[in-house]
């Protein structure tokens, strides 16, 4: 009789283990899953800023140059970086990536007598995701050969 209580004991205590083990189970998991997410949403932003970047980039390799200097006009510049970050170079709306304004926007004219190369870059920019967030600087930016009219 001894032994039978015993091993009743034993199968007892063990189901107290399987479930201690079930919750350390479960918030493990719960850490992977939540880790797992952060990370896709945090690409998946990513590749939409990058997107919208390559975008503004193309325009302004197309768009009149309106400048005998590496500096471009003030026109010029607004139309790019509204380009960028709404996706019209016209402006306003809805931005095209949650929190990017133009004013994040920076443009980069590589020029010898003519506009040799067009970069567009996000500055200043912080890619919030749910609880974490990550300061982009020159991140991303996109490079295109100039193809457009120059008219100083």
């Known amino acids: 009789m001894g032994s039978q209580a015993g091993a009743m004991r034993t199968g007892r205590n063990r189901r107290g283990n399987a479930f201690i083990e079930f919750a350390l189970c479960l918030i493990l998991l719960n850490l992977i899953v939540t880790g797992l997410f952060q990370y896709g949403h945090s690409l998946f932003m990513y590749t939409r800023l990058q997107n919208a970047v390559r975008a503004g980039a193309r325009y302004a390799s197309r768009r009149a140059y309106d400048s005998a200097s590496a500096t471009p006009s003030q026109a010029y510049l607004t139309a790019v970086a509204n380009a960028t970050?709404?996706?019209?170079?016209?402006?306003?709306?809805?931005?095209?990536?949650?929190?990017?304004?133009?004013?994040?926007?920076?443009?980069?004219?590589?020029?010898?007598?003519?506009?040799?190369?067009?970069?567009?870059?996000?500055?200043?920019?912080?890619?919030?995701?749910?609880?974490?967030?990550?300061?982009?600087?020159?991140?991303?930016?996109?490079?295109?050969?100039?193809?457009?009219?120059?008219?100083?």
């Open 85 to 152: 970050a709404y996706g019209d170079p016209a402006g306003g709306g809805t931005p095209l990536v949650p929190g990017l304004s133009p004013s994040h926007v920076a443009v980069t004219i590589r020029m010898s007598t003519v506009p040799e190369a067009v970069t567009v870059a996000i500055r200043g920019y912080t890619l919030r995701t749910f609880g974490l967030s990550y300061s982009l600087q020159n991140k991303p930016r996109a490079t295109f050969r100039y193809a457009g009219r120059f008219a100083p």
